[in-house]
């Protein structure tokens, strides 16, 4: 993502769930947006159920500790 920055980029994903977890979490990890303004464009799309919202956190736990 960070090699076309200056580009429009499409990711894609039939369900919508892939994407926009990983967009959430790009933002956070990569681009330091807060994650409560980053939630709340996630939330627009998709709200994660709990299997999703578990692999979230867990990445975050990772990056955000290590």
Known sequence: MDC???QKVLV???AN???SAC?????CLQQGINE???KQAL???WKPNEVWQILINHVLEIYLCS
Not at 23 to 27: E, G, V
Request: net charge positive; glycine share 0%.
């Open 4 to 6: 076309h920055q200056n």
């Open 12 to 14: 894609h994903c039939a």
């Open 17 to 19: 769930m892939r994407v």
């Open 23 to 27: 967009i959430y979490l790009y933002r």
């Open 36 to 38: 409560n303004e980053a």
């Open 43 to 45: 939330y627009k799309i």
